[in-house]
């Protein structure tokens, strides 16, 4: 609409409808029409009379082109034009005096002596023929209308229908004025179709009474179907009885395709004005206007009916929503109600993104079921309305042409404030947006300005928390349009916006506040394609940060995909940021690190396995504030439904076996029964009491179950588990290194030396007969099975798996990797041919990997390995392989190896089994 010339909105009014003056405004080129007819009117015999009629549907344009042979009458001087709209009056009673004395009433107005007289003549006619009682009327004559008369059905009735002699003889008075009179009377008679039944009838039934004065025409304009079906009780005599009537029908010219489209373009033009409108895609609006919108209008006032909606619309819905679907789901609400009645019971099928899952195949038959529904509801406008569902609601075209669209395209609609997505859909039928969402005008002009770092600061520090969280979700929409040029000065001010965040879990499904900023930080470094560059981003924009705890969080986004295929920068720069970040970490104050909201994740990403963190935290611990802040990071959230149960119940955990590795236990319940007692003294807001509650619960023994229990406090005493019998402080101590979640973070940093303590530990705890964590054992075997990670890591990943006993978590990745992957070095591969020689039970995994090999695509020292493996089952486990796998095991070796090897390897099987097998 933007490229189009528009009127100022106070200057549109709602349309009345009203037909046009003349043919100066005729825009459908009617007016040669209107000449034609007015040709037809001048050419009839003077002294006879003559019905004629104007028909077309309701809204055709009847009303314009009788105002059209008006004008054009006017330019003959033998000819009176009298009007009659029987519209303007009720009961059929009162029809036949409105009708005849608003003609006297016109013809006693006229210049022309004899149609003045004429004109007294008829009143005095319809004054015999009708009652009157105190009814206004048109003209100079209604002053003269007074008491009441007989009607003329009851004079016809009474007289066994002839009329008296008085009314002959007026009538024979009325006739001879008429003959002798040199202009013709035009009677135009409009809106019949608009009177009830009775009405119609009774008006018919005048016209046929008056229709044989001289130098008389009639011309009614009617819908045909209403007033065939009004004048008759069976099909067919209501046409009969028209055509006794009638001598002549013009039918109103179909309005021409080009003319109706052009009219309601201009049309919705003016309507929408200058108002605040949303996206305007003209592609789009194109498709929908020509498809979908404008095979649903027929007549002008159709249209008029439609654009005088579009400005209320706008006025509510403003800029949410963009502007071509606004405009085609208003054509539908006006003009095709039973199908708009149905979209917002219709929602989740219109907006439904692809779904691979059991309920979705289920629900499919009752979709598509549901969707005919609103295609039956169309009638006559099916094909337009499904034009309409397949453009404005893509999803629904999984119906019509099976096209999916995945959960991915939701982001885009949201974007293009498209009513596919849920959330503007819901917002159009509602006409409000939550108060926790904002406009999709606002998230773009804070997208605008995602390049100028003061104004986006300003921007976001104007709205609160839980807003700005909001905004930075939404902005994700953006992904595909973000130029790398804002990448940094964004990254710097959304960072800032972390501390402000809440903190903690609102339900299940809620991944607390960072999940919004990081989320955000990574789509914008993806934008930079050059990794030279987005690791220069990553430097200047971690060192601009103002907390620790951004810079922790921006050097753990890094260090996450580091190993990954999403590889943001080059280990070296992961592994320096966070060897920095260490560094900072380790001189700063007690009083500094309180502040910091992520402190307890701090200093776990920093742990490098040495002394010097828990060092450093003992000593920092015994400042209050430092302690409670540290209880405050460590606290989770958990949530859950009991059996049958609507209300959620709300837990809290803490990470206490983290906080027993780092300050030892003496000095953890120690620090936690100081705080409490003396908590009266503490200004504590509502986190920090739940951090010191939860510590003091975990303090008593207390631990959470595997799932929410209301039952969890019974049986809970006051002994720590020192005083019940556990490892005393020094062994605690001892082991300090060795916790679960300190090991799973040492072997994801991207520091290599702290992998390498990670590993040095475990190997310690296998030889000391210390229990490793099952999370620990399978990091190893996924980092061995890792094709990223460097052989020398795998290797050792490798025996560390084996010596815990957990072979079985490496023979199936391992084997896929095997023959096929270039980064199985020959140590790896002598490794995975010894897990076939401790577990030859395995066979089947080795001769299936082996089976789908490409001949040409493995190498020689592959082959090797692979024969050896072979070889080796068959030659020491034959007799306790089945038939089927020895002979796979036989085609195995000689698909690999010549004749000769083949022959060689069951020489050796045959002696080492006696002859047994063959």
């Keep these: 609409m933007a490229d189009q010339a528009k009127p100022e909105a106070e200057a549109w009014s709602f349309s009345a409808d009203r037909p046009i003056p003349g043919r ?88 022309d002596k004899k149609l003045q007289e004429a004109g007294e003549k008829l009143m005095g006619y319809s004054e015999a023929l009708s009652p009157l009682s105190a009814v206004p009327f048109i003209g100079k004559w209604a002053e003269r209308v007074a008491g009441a008369v007989k009607a003329s059905g009851e004079v016809l009735k009474r007289q066994g229908g002839a009329l008296p002699t008085s009314v002959m003889s007026q009538r024979k008075a009325i006739t001879q004025l008429l003959e002798e009179q040199g202009k013709r009377l035009l009677v135009i008679v409009d809106d019949l179709d608009r009177l009830p039944k009775a009405d119609i009838r009774e008006l018919f039934k005048l016209v046929r009474l008056t229709a044989d004065f001289p130098n008389t025409t009639y011309l009614l304009a009617f819908d045909r179907p209403r007033v065939e079906a009004a004048l008759g009780e069976t099909e067919g005599e209501g046409r009969a009885y028209l055509e006794k009537i009638l001598q002549v029908t013009f039918d109103v010219p179909v309005l021409r395709e080009p003319d109706l489209a052009k009219f309601l373009l201009s049309e919705i033009q003016t309507a929408v004005g200058n108002r605040k409108h949303g996206p305007f895609d003209q592609a789009e609006w194109t498709n929908l206007f020509n498809l979908a919108v404008r095979p649903l209008f027929e007549t002008p006032r159709d249209v008029r009916r439609y654009t005088n909606a579009i400005p209320v619309a706008l006025s509510v819905i403003g800029d949410e929503i963009a502007i071509a679907d606004v405009l085609a789901v208003e054509a539908v609400r006006s003009l095709v109600p039973d199908v708009w009645s149905k979209l917002y019971s219709s929602r989740d099928l219109l907006t439904a993104s692809e779904e691979r899952t059991f309920r979705a195949a289920h629900r499919a038959q009752q979709d598509q079921a549901q969707f005919e529904e609103l295609l039956k509801a169309a009638g006559e406008h099916r094909s337009a309305i499904q034009q309409f569902l397949s453009r404005v609601f893509p999803p629904c075209r999984r119906f019509i042409d099976n096209h999916q669209f995945g959960a991915n395209w939701l982001k885009q609609w949201r974007k293009a404030r498209r009513l596919a997505h849920p959330d503007i859909l819901q917002f159009y039928f509602e006409k409000s947006l939550p108060p926790e969402l904002l406009q999709g005008q606002v998230v773009h002009d804070i997208y605008e300005k995602l390049g100028n770092e003061e104004a986006l600061r300003a921007a976001l520090a104007s709205y609160d928390p839980t807003m700005v969280e909001h905004v930075l979700s939404r902005l ?31 339900g299940f499904a809620d991944f607390g506040s960072s999940m919004a900023v990081t989320r955000i930080a990574l789509r914008l470094l993806r934008r930079v394609k050059d990794e030279q560059e987005r690791e220069a981003i990553a430097r200047n924009v971690f060192g601009r940060l103002n907390t620790f705890s951004e810079r922790y969080r921006l050097a753990d986004l890094i260090a996450r995909r580091d190993r990954t295929e999403e590889r943001l920068v080059s280990p070296a720069v992961a592994g320096g940021l966070a060897e920095e970040l260490q ?25 490098d396995g040495s002394d010097a963190v828990p060092r450093l935290a003992k000593t920092w611990a015994t400042n209050d504030r430092f302690f409670l802040r540290l209880l405050r990071s460590g606290l989770g959230d958990r949530t859950g439904f009991g059996l049958g149960n609507v209300a959620q119940k709300h837990e809290h955990t803490l990470a206490w076996e983290y906080l027993t590795d780092l300050l030892g236990e003496d000095l953890l319940v120690q620090r936690v029964d100081v705080l409490h007692a003396g908590r009266e003294s503490m200004q504590l807001d509502e986190r920090d009491a739940v951090a010191l509650d939860t510590a003091v619960r975990y303090r008593a023994g207390w631990r959470p179950g595997r799932f929410i229990d209301d039952d969890d406090d019974e049986g809970v005493d006051e002994e720590t588990p020192r005083e019940r019998g556990m490892d005393s402080p020094e062994a605690r101590a001892e082991k300090r290194l060795y916790g679960a979640d300190t090991l799973l973070d040492l072997l994801g940093s991207v520091v290599p030396a702290r992998r390498t303590v990670a590993r040095d530990r475990i190997a310690y705890m296998v030889d000391n007969k210390v229990d490793v964590s099952e999370k620990v054992v399978g990091r190893l075997a996924e980092i061995a099975a890792f094709e990223d990670t460097s052989s020398e890591e795998r290797v050792a990943a490798m025996d560390l798996v084996r010596r815990v006993g957990a072979d079985r978590l490496l023979v199936a990745p391992l084997t896929r990797q095997w023959f096929t992957s270039g980064s199985i070095t020959a140590e790896m591969s002598q490794r995975i041919a010894g897990l076939y020689h401790d577990h030859p039970d395995r066979a089947p995994q080795l001769l299936d990997a082996l089976d789908r090999v490409a001949l040409e695509g493995i190498s020689a020292a592959r082959v090797r390995d692979g024969i050896l493996a072979v070889a080796y089952l068959f030659e020491h486990h034959a007799a306790d392989l089945k038939d089927e796998i020895s002979v796979r095991a036989l085609k195995a070796v000689e698909r690999f190896a010549g004749e000769e090897d083949l022959l060689a390897v069951i020489e050796r099987a045959q002696k080492a089994h006696g002859g047994a097998r063959s």
């Design 24 to 111: 100066k405004d005729d825009r459908f080129q009617r007016a040669s029409f209107a000449d034609a007819l007015v040709t037809q009117v001048l050419a009839l015999p003077k002294n006879d009379s003559f019905v004629l009629g104007l028909v077309g549907a309701w809204g055709s344009g009847k009303t314009s082109i009788l105002s059209m042979v008006e004008e054009a009458m006017a330019e003959h001087q033998d000819v009176a034009v009298l009007k009659f709209n029987p519209w303007l009056f009720s009961g059929t009673e009162q029809l036949a005096a409105h009708f005849f004395h608003e003609i006297a009433a016109q013809l006693h107005e006229s210049t």
């Design 476 to 506: 994700e929409d953006y992904e595909d349009d973000f130029p790398a040029s804002v990448v940094e000065p964004a990254l710097v001010v959304v960072f800032e916006q972390y501390p402000r965040l809440r903190e903690g879990r609102a």
């Design 583 to 607: 560094a900072q970490t380790v001189r700063a104050t007690a009083d500094a690190l309180a502040g910091e909201r992520d402190l307890l994740h701090l200093l776990q990403h920093v742990d």
